[in-house]
């Protein structure tokens, strides 16, 4: 089992809808959840990060945070042509001391 | 200037051949990462150092050697090249909080072994 999975999509959504992606990780004691966006050929960027069961809302991106079930989501809302990209889901594990990526969702935001 | 600087970025290079990706930065982090990505699977780590007596494998070290020379400078090496090693390389640093907030990445090396 990895320790983060993602489906690899690709998630193809239309433009100004909601696009919905999923996490799952086997490390009950992770305590630190990001999601990251990667653009093709270029290197990772933070978009959001989670600590506390519930959800955190940024701007048109909220994480969600499920430690029982050991779920996280990032939902984009009024998705735009410019979030098309692929995003990985990142946890710190209860040990604490690195940063262990899922394999990605590819987003296609349609016109 | 980048904070994290990758050398070379493009790197085309023959089996056998002895080969090192080359990592610097000015964020004054403690810790630096080597990730590898390859389609549909993430970055994977290959080793990190929390100091420069400190070396670590991660998940996927076999076939790679790293050398901390100093604080800012952090070296990659394969030592015989092979094609299976062609992907593209992210260096990373993050302070002693180590969270994704202080993880910062250099622009990669792609590198193909041919």
């Known amino acids: 089992q990895k320790e983060v999975e993602q489906n690899s999509g690709p998630l193809s959504v239309p433009e100004g809808a909601i696009a919905s992606l999923n996490c799952t990780y086997s490390?009950?004691?992770?305590?630190?959840f990001f999601w990251y966006r990667q653009y093709s050929g270029k290197s990772p960027e933070l978009i959001m990060s989670i600590y506390s069961n519930g959800d955190k809302e940024d701007g048109r991106f909220t994480a969600q945070l499920n430690k029982a079930s050991q779920y996280v989501s990032l939902l984009i809302r009024d998705s735009q042509p410019s979030d098309s990209a692929t995003y990985l889901c990142?946890?710190?594990?209860?040990?604490?001391?690195?940063?262990?990526f899922g394999g990605g969702t590819r987003v296609l935001v349609k016109p | 200037d980048a904070d994290v600087t990758q050398t070379p970025r493009n790197r085309i290079t023959k089996t056998g051949k002895r080969i090192m990706l080359e990592c610097s930065q000015t964020k004054g982090h403690d810790r630096m990462y080597w990730y590898r990505q390859d389609p549909g699977l993430g970055l994977r780590l290959i080793y990190y150092?929390?100091?420069?007596?400190?070396?670590n494998k991660g998940e996927i070290s076999d076939g790679y050697s790293v050398s901390r020379q100093a604080q800012a400078k952090f070296s990659l090496s394969l030592e015989s090249a092979i094609p299976n090693q062609t992907a593209l390389y992210f260096c990373a640093t993050s302070d002693l909080r180590g969270g994704g907030y202080g993880y910062t990445f250099g622009s990669g090396t792609r590198l193909t072994v041919v």
């Open positions: 990142a946890v710190i594990g209860a040990a604490g001391n690195k940063l262990t």
């Open positions: 150092s929390f100091d420069v007596k400190d070396i």
């Open positions: 490390d009950r004691g992770s305590q630190s």
